[in-house]
């Protein structure tokens, strides 16, 4: 099995930052694309950002510019780094990767519980 655990949530006041971790564990051959998605109340789930195994990022418009994702390979981690919050990024932030647990299988999509952040004064 392969876990996903995310970590660095909390409240900030707006114009703060906060930088998210994600650590994947267990029988793991390769990570491919890995991502954050958002999910506010009431709200559906969002995607934020991606990034692949080779380093190309893709954000959404309402983070761009102010959030920043990025992987460390070597120790199967995913982070996000958020600047400038504003209210309206308050949501439960999900870790999501693209594993391929042995080499020549067919790799599945893996979510982590959620870390909840709170932009507020």
């Known amino acids: 099995q392969v876990q996903l655990v995310e970590s660095g949530g909390g409240l900030v006041q707006p114009g703060g930052s906060l930088r998210l971790s994600c650590a994947a564990s267990?029988?793991?051959?390769?990570?491919?694309?890995m991502a954050w998605y958002r999910q506010a109340p009431g709200k559906q789930r969002e995607l934020v950002a991606v990034?692949?195994?080779?380093?190309?990022?893709y954000y959404a418009d309402s983070v761009k510019g102010r959030f920043t994702i990025s992987r460390d390979n070597a120790k199967n981690t995913l982070y996000l780094q958020m600047n400038s919050l504003k209210p309206e990024d308050t949501a439960v932030y999900y870790c999501?990767?693209?594993?391929?647990?042995?080499?020549?299988?067919?790799?599945?999509?893996?979510w982590g519980q959620g870390t909840q952040v709170t932009v507020s004064s």
């Open positions: 999501n990767a693209e594993v391929q647990r042995v080499n020549g299988t067919v790799p599945y999509d893996y």
């Open positions: 990034i692949t195994s080779e380093g190309s990022t």
């Open positions: 267990g029988i793991i051959f390769k990570i491919y694309t």
